[in-house]
């Protein structure tokens, strides 16, 4: 959550959206944030990209929008997961001091509704809005103490990804647009946190005809250079 001040509308100050944005840079599995807008003395805390719902947008307009106003991401992967309604979710100690410097009732309950989003990070390069002091890739592994139940929320998103990760393809949204096998595996290793036997990976993966080899290989490498591949369903 944000301040909402600036956005033309009224805001419900009891519903809100918090997006989790995941990405790959090929090695790792990185979640974005956001360091919250500081005012004076108070230290400033990371937390996911969220703001409040206004009265007269649907949720995933919502979503869209604070995506686009906090982090100038525009036209990505975004599903909703679940609704997060802990009556005491905004109440912590660590978070009431921010609140009342933007808020008229920080200690009023806010819902908020939680969206998962998937970005190729060769595409995309995030930027932080007036109401972020800045944003960054972190790490899943090494996320660090977030404002209000942003640490679970993240957890969830991870699980969630984990569970339509592999039936429902959507980790090809994390990839470049061409890619090599090795690169798939180690998404499939990050992502399920699994180690898996080369042979029977690559055996598995052409059998389920869901990529397209390419007449291409990979460039300015230090190694002999592998073949590339696309996603079939991608038209690019």
Known sequence: MANSA???GTPNPNVSIDCVVFGF?????????????????IN????????????????????????????????????????????NRVRDVKDQEWLRTFREDPEARVITVAYYSLVKMED??????????????QNVDEVPQLAFDHNQIVNEALERLREEFEYKNVGYELLPKKFTLSMLQKL?????????DKRNFRKK?????????LEEKQS????????????????R
């Open 124 to 137: 995309y390069i995030p930027q932080a809005a007036s109401l972020a002091g800045k944003v960054i890739w």
């Open 205 to 213: 993966i052409k059998k389920s005809e869901v990529l397209i080899p």
């Open 220 to 235: 300015g490498v230090d190694h002999k250079p592998a073949q590339l591949f696309r996603y079939k369903s991608s038209s």
């Open 6 to 8: 600036h956005i033309e």
């Open 188 to 196: 499939h290793e990050i992502i399920l946190g699994i180690e898996l």
């Open 25 to 41: 840079d090929n090695e790792k599995l990185k979640v974005l944030l956001i360091e919250q807008k500081n005012k004076g003395s």
């Open 44 to 87: 400033a805390q990371f937390a996911l990209p969220g703001d409040l719902v206004l009265e007269d947008e649907d949720l995933h307009q919502s979503a869209t929008r604070i995506l686009k106003e906090l982090t100038d991401l525009e036209g990505i992967y975004l599903k909703q997961f679940k609704t997060f309604g802990d009556p």
